[in-house]
């Protein structure tokens, strides 16, 4: 445990904050400006208080003589020996899974987009790219321990207010372009409609916010850690606050209710011009793909 405060809160950071804030602008699409913004607020709130709260128990734990550096071993503390170990086990193996491999292929398609952009008959397929970024990924996952990444995640900190900077200023130049898209705010006709597309914005904003690892973040903190869990979780949604409220009100306010799942999709459209310039939409692409190596290491 060498870790500071700071340390801590470029790991929560790189943990919580990726390219998902791209969805949030479809987010709000289902749910409108004011319930948008409100739903964001609550989710930040109580994720917040509940890393908070995750925090103390550790702290707590770690003053009785029970130190513990892995989720599983909390919540089995916590909640009791047996099943329960295994249990947080298999849910936090299936998460971190998921987002490995979502990382992977994804840095893999920011590759792709690059490749054609450059060569736009290359011979080069998707899998060959992922398998590129396979390889990268394995030799950087043999740095040797969580604390290695400091400087990594410090990187991508950086990274995420750079892409989120290089989208707002996108999306502020396709709502003033010549070929900017009509503003619709309106909800779904059908009451059906409107309350399912409520219900997925609500889930994107909740997984947004997800971490499954502040136990073993707290873990690389040097001792006392009194306090420092909580500068590194002010930090992490201090970023927050800028990334997330920026991208999704300058992503909705353009492409109201036509936002997709991702706003390069709706910058970079099939048909027609690109509605921002092209090196500045190329600059967001690489930007993700070197954060999304930190977020597959983390």
């Not at 707590?60 to 909640?79: M, N, P, Q, T, W």
């Not at 999709?265 to 011009?273: I, S």
Request: proline letters at 4%; one cysteine or more; a neutral charge.
């Amino acid at each position: 445990m060498v870790g500071e405060w700071y340390h801590a809160g470029f790991h929560v950071t790189t943990a919580i904050v990726g390219p998902t804030i791209l969805t949030l602008p479809y987010a709000f699409r289902g749910l409108g400006w004011a319930l948008g913004l409100f739903t964001l607020t609550v989710m930040g709130v109580v994720t917040f208080y509940s890393y908070y709260l995750m925090s103390l128990v550790l702290e707590h734990c770690e003053k009785a003589g029970r130190r513990h550096i892995r989720f599983r071993e909390l919540a089995s503390d916590v909640l009791g020996a047996g099943w329960i170990y295994y249990f947080v086990i298999f849910i936090q193996t299936a998460i971190n899974t998921g987002i490995s491999i979502g990382s992977i292929l994804l840095a893999g398609e920011c590759l792709q987009i690059m490749y054609w952009s450059i060569f736009p008959d290359g011979p080069l397929h998707l899998w060959e790219f992922i398998a590129m970024v396979t390889v990268v990924m394995m030799v950087l996952s043999q740095l040797p321990s969580f604390h290695s990444l400091r400087h990594v995640n410090l990187a991508s900190l950086l990274l995420s207010l750079a892409y989120t900077f290089v989208m707002v200023v996108a999306c502020l130049h396709a709502g003033i372009s010549k070929n900017a898209p009509s503003r619709d705010y309106s909800l779904q006709s059908s009451k059906f409609s409107v309350v399912m597309s409520a219900f997925t914005s609500i889930s994107i904003i909740a997984a947004i916010f997800g971490n499954g690892i502040v136990p073993e973040i707290q873990a690389t903190l040097a001792p006392p850690v009194t306090g420092k869990m909580f500068k590194g979780l002010m930090m992490c949604y201090a970023v927050i606050f800028v990334t997330f409220y920026s991208a999704a009100i300058s992503g909705y306010y353009v492409f109201g209710n036509k936002a997709s799942s991702n706003i390069l999709t709706d910058l970079m459209p099939d048909e027609g011009p690109a509605l921002a310039p092209t090196w500045l939409l190329g600059l967001g692409v690489v930007f993700i793909l070197l954060q999304l190596f930190a977020i597959g290491l983390v």
